[in-house]
Structure formats: C-alpha cells, structure tokens
C-alpha cells in the first residue's frame, strides 16, 4: 500500500467534539468549542482540554481553576458550530443561541443542560505545548442522561450520536 504525506495539525482523530463551559471570578458565564481533548489519567481520573491563550474562555479557566466538558450530540451542531466560530469578545453568544446552563454540582462553572454529557473538572495543572496550553482537570463529578448509564454507572456511549 502506498502511502503519502498527511495533515500533522489533526492526525489524530476521531476525537469528540466538545463544548467546554467556565465561569470567571466575577460570575460570567462562556462555552467554547475544543478540538484538543481527551483522557489522560483512570486513577484518579482525568482529562485534558487544549484551549488558545487568545480564547476568551483562557483567563476564566486560568484564574477560576475549574471547567465542565459537555459532550455534544449531533442535534446540538448549529449550537456548536455557532460556539465554535464566534467569541464573546464580540457579543453574547449564549444569548444569541439560547444557551441552557445550570450550576454543576461541584466545580464553580455551568453545565450545558441540552449535552448529553457533562464532565466537572478541577485543574490539577497544565503544559504549554505549543498553540495551546493543555489544562488537566481532575473529574470531580459525571453528569450523564438517565437513559445512558447502566445499574454500575456506566455510560453507554454508543446511544450518542457524536457530530462528525
């Protein structure tokens, strides 16, 4: 088989699309899209999201030492397209697309009602690799639809039809 030269900047895929949500110090509330996610760690568990330092969402995660990763279903693409391409540097996106948020159990951040999925995380620390600085949350609480979880509190993730 032949093979040629690929795109480094995503060679890595598929990976979830997610919306991370965040609350800063003065109780402003922001969603944005992350392309750079994933597990990093089942004792205790953890998860990573790599987040631009330009982003909005940077210095509310940074000061605050908290985020929620909320994974996203298919239905939600306008919702998460709109996120992803728009910043509250310009407007109030939440607003705009009619964002549903509710406290999380124990981080000071929002969950996003309308995700199927809703993973609280404390930063336990972060590396800059590069573009992004990579903050480890340490999962501090699962929030998951009733319908997905199993009688040991297992999700079953195949009843999420994941965007593409």
Request: charged share 25%; aromatic share 8%.
């Amino acid at each position: 088989m032949e093979k040629k030269s690929a795109n480094m900047k995503t060679c890595l895929q598929p990976a979830p699309k997610v919306l991370v949500s965040c609350r800063g110090l003065d109780g402003e509330d922001n969603v944005l899209a992350v392309g750079y996610c994933g597990n990093c760690s089942y004792a205790p568990p953890m998860v990573m999201v790599g987040i631009v330092p330009s982003r909005y969402s940077y210095k509310m995660i940074k000061e605050s030492g908290c985020f929620v990763v909320n994974l996203v279903d298919a239905s939600y693409q306008k919702e998460f397209d709109y996120l992803g391409k728009n910043s509250k540097h310009d407007g109030d996106k939440l607003e705009a697309m009619n964002i549903k948020l509710e406290n999380a159990k124990i981080v000071n951040a929002p969950i996003m009602s309308d995700c199927p999925v809703n993973i609280e995380c404390t930063v336990v620390d972060s590396i800059v690799t590069g573009s992004h600085e990579m903050f480890i949350g340490k999962v501090e609480y699962v929030h998951a639809d009733e319908s997905m979880v199993d009688n040991e509190g297992n999700i079953d993730f195949s009843k999420i039809n994941f965007i593409k």
